[in-house]
């Protein structure tokens, strides 16, 4: 993690500077193909990180050189991705999302110059994708360094955790503690999740 970010984090929240020396976030930078990048969010939908990857690899071998296009997808049959183990709504938004970047309804490419209000703006017009899904986006493949997710379950569950409070905290007192980290909210939640394998 870069000096200065632990520097912020020092000065802004002690409790949670504590924890960066306790884990190792590592890279959580996906892929540069945008496209695979919000297929594999969409299937990655209330699943488990394990889970989900066992079946976005699925999806994957359906293409024969692993390369996930939006016009392989719309041409492929809903019960081939079904059977990769999506369900079927997932499947209605992964064909979604891939008749919109088509028909360049949605600029994927465009989307790297656009502020994140309207990254959100633009994704949600898609199917079956919503905040979570977007700000999951932002952080890991846009890389933008100021994305916190409210919907997130394990953000919540490691915010409780470390902060000590007896039952989930609500919205307001999570936005009190996440103010402190702008703006990098994003490198944040990354410790806050690899907090979750703590003892």
């Known amino acids: 993690m870069k000096k200065h970010i632990v ?27 945008l496209f695979e990048s ?4 969409i299937i990655s939908q209330q699943l488990s990180g394990k889970a ?8 994957k071998k359906l293409f024969p050189d692993g390369k996930i296009t939006p016009d392989k997808v719309l041409k492929m049959s809903d019960e081939k991705i079904r059977e990769a183990g999506t369900s079927w709504a997932k499947v209605r938004s992964l064909k979604d999302l891939a008749e919109h970047v088509k028909t360049k309804k949605l600029d994927l490419e465009h989307l790297r110059q656009l502020p994140d209000e309207e990254v959100m703006k633009q994704l949600v017009q898609v199917k079956g ?5 977007a700000e999951m986006f932002m952080m890991f493949t846009l890389e933008r360094e100021d994305i916190y997710s409210h919907g997130d379950l394990g953000l919540k569950k490691a915010i409780q955790k470390i902060y000590g409070f007896k039952k989930e905290p609500t919205k307001q007192q999570v ?11 994003t490198v944040a939640a990354q410790i806050l999740w690899k907090t979750l394998d703590l003892k």
């Open 52 to 59: 989900a990857s066992t079946i976005f690899d699925r999806f």
């Open 175 to 185: 936005e009190k503690i996440i103010t402190k980290w702008r703006p990098y909210r």
């Open 129 to 133: 994708i919503g905040p979570w899904t």
């Open 7 to 33: 520097e912020h984090f020092k000065k802004s929240d002690p409790i949670l500077f504590e924890y960066i020396a306790k884990v190792d976030i590592g890279t959580f930078h996906k892929t540069e193909d």
């Open 38 to 41: 919000l297929c594999d969010e």
